[in-house]
């Protein structure tokens, strides 16, 4: 296989390509079904146009042929998996993905190949008597069939979109759209199969079935049967020679196998070719993947101790996670690292033994990379308020501040974060684009100013100390996930964002003002920077510097 003409990716673009046509027309198929609840008659109203959209010429020539490459492209990558361990819910699609050209035969012959051979009409009545009063275990294959193709393509459909910013807060709806469309459809054929059943249907004389004149002849259906053993028998042959491929290529990576120590001195010999995660997960050794091991996080990486020859370039897809972490020389993509010939590796991020995890601590997200903005806050004179006070009362103090903080990113669409002392964390924009969880963060900031300014003169007559508030507010790439132990865990991120975000709360306090966000929040957010005062700073932590913005009403007062 040339590199750059069939590449992975392109690969992987056609299966989803065909696929989405796939799913396509399932779900206007179903939603056809779904009219029968109104009639028969309605139903065939609407097959109309949709016979016409998907029966020319340019559209059976995409249809059918999806059907064929996503069929190749699955049994292929099933071919190229070295083993099959892995996550339950891809096992699941890849079995349903099988099924599915098994008990969907049937059905392609008995309409499309019957109408296209014998001028078959198979219309709603039709079908519908075929499958509901002639053959009703064949329509009980059918209706599970239809319901295997839709799970599939929705296990497709989430795994495609799941790391996609809207799909978290789009998920419940389509998740409702997902379960009421095959449930509207098979209610739909149930409806007309008893409408075609009941005494008025048998006396109306509905066409298909005992009353269809064109229905095939005796002769017409033995050729379908045969067509029909044609598809199975070479759908059956596809998968054996499928198997004998595997089974002749583990033979001859008997001859070439190598061995891959870890640290603790377990040794694992896999097959030349196998990637370090798939000889992690085939020797039982704990290796994290955050991604599934398709080489876009940098959770599975491995430190390569000693290798005997030289070990395989780094590829296209690997150099680009890796430029982006910038690991110590030596640092590779377990998912990605396939080598030819022994080596000593240690895993960096070493996952926790199943065994040591407590019950119903299950990781919920593993993380996923976003453009957020971070706030994060914190009071400037609290040490201070602290030596003065008894401890009741800056509990009450710091509850009706975090009461403050709390509202502010909630009326702004924020997520909180965490409250760490005095010190509180906020994130914005995990469901919306980087512009506007600049702004919904800028709105929370004037919230909470505003919020303490209340506060202190609502407690002025009882604490003669006032509460001063430092913010700090950047923006950029972050890992957003669930972390935690036990059923301790919340949604965090992680990242040089958030880093920075923390910094710049404690330039608010050198520069003694409330706000200080960075360049990239001025100009994401579209702010008026005439109405700034704009600053180059050093933090921690960085090589270059960067500019901040703080309102010029906020300098002014801090300077009087």
Same mark, same amino acid.
């Given at each position: 296989?040339?590199?750059?003409?069939?590449?992975?990716?392109?690969?992987?673009?056609?299966?989803?390509?065909?696929?989405?046509?796939?799913?396509?027309?399932?779900?206007?198929?179903?939603?056809?079904?779904?009219?029968?609840? *109104?009639?028969?008659?309605?139903?065939?109203?609407?097959?109309?146009?949709?016979?016409?959209?998907?029966?020319?010429?340019?559209?059976?020539?995409?249809?059918?042929?999806?059907?064929?490459?996503?069929?190749?492209?699955?049994?292929?990558?099933?071919?190229?998996?070295?083993?099959?361990?892995?996550?339950?819910?891809?096992?699941?699609?890849?079995?349903?993905? @099988?099924?599915?050209?098994?008990?969907?035969?049937? /059905?392609?012959?008995?309409?499309?190949?019957?109408?296209?051979?014998?001028?078959?009409?198979?219309?709603?009545?039709?079908?519908?008597?075929?499958?509901?009063?002639?053959?009703?275990?064949?329509?009980?294959?059918?209706?599970?069939?239809?319901?295997?193709?839709?799970?599939?393509?929705?296990?497709?459909?989430?795994?495609? &979109?799941?790391?996609?910013?809207?799909?978290?807060?789009?998920?419940?709806?389509?998740?409702?759209?997902?379960?009421?469309?095959?449930?509207?459809?098979?209610?739909?054929?149930?409806?007309?199969?008893?409408?075609?059943?009941?005494? &008025?249907?048998?006396?109306?004389?509905?066409?298909?079935?005992?009353?269809?004149?064109?229905?095939?002849?005796?002769?017409?259906?033995?050729?379908?049967?045969?067509?029909?053993?044609?598809?199975?028998?070479?759908?059956?042959?596809?998968?054996?020679?499928?198997?004998?491929?595997? &089974?002749?290529?583990?033979?001859?990576?008997?001859? /070439?196998?190598?061995?891959?120590?870890?640290?603790?001195?377990?040794?694992?010999?896999?097959?030349?070719?196998?990637?370090?995660?798939?000889?992690?997960?085939?020797?039982?050794?704990?290796?994290?993947?955050?991604?599934?091991?398709?080489?876009?996080?940098?959770?599975?990486?491995?430190?390569?101790?000693?290798?005997?020859?030289?070990?395989?370039?780094?590829?296209?897809?690997?150099?680009?996670? @890796?430029?982006?972490?910038?690991?110590?020389?030596?640092?590779? @993509?377990?998912?990605?690292?396939?080598?030819?010939?022994?080596?000593?590796?240690?895993?960096?991020?070493?996952?926790?033994?199943?065994?040591?995890?407590?019950?119903?601590?299950?990781?919920?997200?593993?993380?996923?990379?976003?453009?957020?903005?971070?706030?994060?806050?914190?009071?400037?004179?609290?040490?201070?308020?602290?030596?003065?006070?008894?401890?009741?009362?800056?509990?009450?103090?710091?509850?009706?501040?975090?009461?403050?903080?709390?509202?502010?990113?909630?009326?702004?669409?924020? /997520?909180?974060?965490?409250?760490?002392?005095?010190?509180?964390?906020?994130?914005?924009?995990?469901?919306?684009?980087?512009?506007?969880?600049?702004?919904?963060?800028?709105?929370?900031?004037?919230?909470?100013?505003?919020? *303490?300014?209340?506060?202190?003169?609502?407690?002025?007559?009882?604490?003669?100390?006032?509460?001063?508030?430092?913010?700090?507010?950047?923006?950029?790439?972050?890992?957003?996930?669930?972390?935690?132990?036990?059923?301790?865990?919340?949604?965090?991120?992680?990242?040089?964002?958030?880093?920075?975000?923390?910094?710049?709360?404690?330039?608010?306090?050198?520069?003694?003002?409330?706000?200080?966000?960075?360049?990239?929040?001025?100009?994401?957010?579209?702010?008026?920077?005439?109405?700034?005062?704009?600053?180059?700073?050093? @933090?921690?932590?960085?090589?270059?510097? &960067?500019?901040?913005?703080?309102?010029?009403?906020?300098?002014?007062?801090?300077?009087?």
């Amino acid at each position: 296989m040339k590199k750059g003409i069939v590449s992975e990716r392109l690969l992987r673009d056609m299966r989803l390509a065909s696929g989405l046509v796939i799913f396509i027309f399932v779900a206007m198929h179903m939603l056809n079904h779904a009219l029968g609840l *109104i009639s028969v008659e309605t139903a065939d109203h609407f097959r109309r146009p949709f016979l016409t959209l998907w029966r020319n010429p340019i559209a059976t020539v995409l249809l059918y042929g999806s059907f064929l490459v996503h069929i190749l492209l699955v049994l292929r990558s099933i071919y190229v998996r070295r083993n099959f361990v892995m996550p339950k819910s891809e096992a699941a699609q890849i079995l349903l993905g @099988l099924l599915i050209p098994l008990m969907l035969i049937p /059905h392609i012959i008995g309409t499309r190949v019957a109408n296209e051979l014998f001028d078959y009409r198979d219309t709603y009545a039709a079908v519908v008597t075929q499958l509901w009063i002639s053959s009703p275990v064949n329509g009980v294959q059918q209706s599970v069939v239809l319901v295997v193709a839709w799970l599939h393509g929705c296990i497709g459909l989430h795994f495609w &979109l799941r790391y996609r910013t809207w799909y978290a807060g789009a998920s419940a709806w389509l998740l409702v759209l997902a379960i009421m469309l095959p449930v509207l459809a098979l209610l739909g054929f149930s409806e007309m199969g008893r409408t075609i059943q009941s005494p &008025l249907g048998i006396g109306r004389g509905y066409p298909g079935g005992y009353y269809d004149p064109t229905a095939p002849s005796a002769s017409a259906m033995a050729q379908l049967a045969s067509v029909r053993k044609w598809a199975y028998g070479t759908f059956a042959f596809l998968l054996v020679a499928l198997l004998l491929f595997r &089974l002749l290529r583990k033979l001859r990576e008997r001859v /070439h196998q190598i061995a891959v120590r870890y640290p603790d001195g377990q040794v694992v010999h896999v097959p030349r070719g196998f990637s370090i995660l798939e000889a992690s997960r085939l020797g039982g050794v704990p290796h994290y993947a955050a991604c599934g091991g398709k080489g876009q996080c940098s959770t599975c990486r491995v430190q390569v101790v000693t290798a005997e020859g030289t070990l395989p370039a780094i590829g296209t897809l690997e150099q680009r996670t @890796l430029i982006r972490i910038k690991p110590e020389p030596g640092v590779r @993509l377990a998912c990605q690292l396939r080598p030819t010939g022994n080596l000593t590796v240690a895993p960096l991020l070493v996952a926790m033994p199943d065994t040591i995890v407590p019950a119903n601590s299950q990781e919920v997200s593993p993380g996923r990379e976003r453009d957020i903005a971070v706030l994060f806050c914190d009071l400037r004179n609290f040490t201070t308020l602290t030596e003065s006070r008894l401890p009741f009362d800056i509990v009450f103090l710091l509850n009706r501040y975090f009461a403050v903080v709390g509202n502010a990113v909630e009326q702004t669409g924020g /997520h909180l974060d965490k409250f760490i002392g005095d010190g509180a964390m906020a994130l914005f924009g995990i469901n919306a684009a980087p512009e506007e969880g600049c702004r919904q963060a800028l709105a929370a900031a004037r919230l909470i100013i505003a919020g *303490i300014e209340e506060l202190n003169i609502e407690l002025a007559k009882d604490f003669s100390t006032q509460l001063q508030i430092a913010i700090g507010i950047h923006t950029g790439h972050a890992v957003v996930g669930t972390l935690g132990y036990g059923r301790t865990k919340n949604m965090t991120a992680i990242g040089d964002t958030v880093n920075v975000a923390s910094r710049l709360e404690s330039v608010a306090k050198q520069f003694n003002v409330p706000l200080v966000i960075s360049e990239p929040v001025a100009r994401l957010s579209g702010t008026d920077l005439a109405g700034m005062e704009t600053h180059e700073v050093t @933090l921690r932590g960085r090589e270059l510097p &960067l500019n901040v913005f703080i309102p010029v009403a906020q300098a002014t007062a801090a300077s009087a």
